[in-house]
Structures are given as C-alpha cells and as structure tokens.
C-alpha cells in the first residue's frame, strides 16, 4: 500500500535559517512526488514536483527538494527561512502505476519561523 | 483570472439536514476530486471525477455524494448519513492524462454541524 510520512508534527527555525521539512513514502513502484502549501482557511498551493531526472528540484518561492531513491526520501529544504514562510506543509506521493485519484498526502507539518 | 471556486466558505448545519458544496472550475480540466481535512489527519479522498458523467469513490465516501454533469462543476453532497460532517473541505482538478500535473484547489468550504 502507498503512504507518505511526514514525521514532525511541527519544525520550529529563526528567520534567516536554513529550514528542512522531512517526508518519506512508501510505494510499490516508482513515484511522483508533490510538495503542497496551505495557509491557515485556505487551500493548498502547489510548490514543486518531482517526475523524473534531476534529484534536485527547484519550486516556488525559493524551496527546493531532494528525491532520494534508496531512503524513499523527498526533503523539502529552503537556504533562509522567511517569517511569511510559516504554514502548514503538505508531501503527497502518486505512484506512476496509479489511478489518477491516487495521490495520497501525509498528514502535513507546520512550520514556524520566527524573527 | 482562471482558477477553482468553492462556495459557500463557511456553511452551518443542523443534524439530519443534507448540505449541497458547490466546486465551479475554469482551468478546462478534465479530472476533478474532492478531499475532506480533519486537524492531524492530512487530506483525505472522498470521490473523484476523470470525466464528465462518471465518478469514482475515493477512501470515505460513505456518506457523500457527488455528480459530473458538466466538465466544470462537481458539486458534493454531504447526506444526513455522514456521522461527523463537521470538517474543511477541498476542491481540487487536474489536467487528465499520465498523473504527473499537480492538482490545482479552490479556497475551500468550512461545514460545522450545530
């Protein structure tokens, strides 16, 4: 079965930081790979994805993850943090063999960034 | 501007009584879907649309239902046999195809059974 693991409920930095939000994944095959963003009372934004090439991917807003095959791992990283940063952040995973109603989302981490 | 647009944004409801959330989309998509979020709990699927006048269940649909008579609307019923209606829910769509486009969402709709 398809999962997603978004093991910190809350990451805490100070502004100017560099920031890690971690997410791993479970699937049978190999996946595509989202990154996703809500503020509070609002839907998600998309932030990146991961398809296929290169294991670095670049999204919106400055955020970056790595795809990292052999720790089912999909990172989402930023250089310096931003107070306007802090939401609620959501890694969701499709396996490529999938239906396209299966993207399955972790349970989301919050970030806080503070001055 | 093209989007995704939920209404109404906060919606109250006496128990026994069906709500009607509506999901309007201009992106020209053809697949649609509907999650509920619960704090901690992420987003959950309840029904799914990959074209017009057909619809899938997602992993809660008890208690909902849904139609596609139309590329761009997928309205969501919320029935009086749905036991804790009380949650946030997301529209989203999706160009159809491969499954690697990300899904666009609407604002979202807030219900609150009173």
């Known amino acids: 079965a398809q999962s997603v693991a978004q093991p910190e409920d809350q990451v805490n930095v100070a502004e100017g930081n560099p920031l890690t939000v971690k997410c791993t994944y479970s699937v049978s095959g190999n996946p595509y790979l989202f990154w996703y963003v809500q503020y509070p009372n609002r839907g998600l934004q998309f932030l990146l994805k991961?398809?296929?090439?290169?294991?670095l991917v670049k999204g919106s807003y400055g955020f970056e993850a790595e795809f990292n095959k052999s720790q089912t791992s999909f990172h989402l990283k930023k250089p310096s943090a931003l107070v306007s940063d802090s939401a609620l952040y959501f890694c969701a995973v499709r396996d490529r063999r999938g239906s396209q109603g299966n993207l399955i989302f972790g349970k989301g981490t919050k970030l806080s960034v503070k001055p | 501007d093209g989007g995704i647009t939920q209404s109404p944004k906060y919606l109250f409801r006496k128990e026994g009584q069906n709500v009607t959330l509506s999901c309007e989309q201009n992106?020209?998509?053809?697949?649609m879907y509907w999650y509920r979020q619960d704090p901690g709990q992420g987003l959950r699927l309840i029904y799914y649309?990959?074209?017009?006048?057909?619809?899938q269940k997602g992993d809660i649909a008890e208690g909902y239902s849904v139609s596609r008579e139309k590329k761009e609307s997928f309205p969501l019923t919320v029935t009086s046999a749905q036991k804790n209606p009380t949650a946030f829910y997301l529209c989203?769509?999706?160009?159809?195809?491969?499954?690697?486009?990300?899904?666009?969402f609407g604002e979202g709709s807030r219900l609150t059974v009173l």
């Open positions: 649309s990959q074209i017009v006048n057909d619809f």
């Open positions: 992106l020209n998509h053809d697949a």
């Open positions: 991961y398809i296929t090439g290169d294991n």
């Open positions: 989203a769509s999706t160009q159809g195809g491969l499954g690697t486009g990300e899904l666009f």
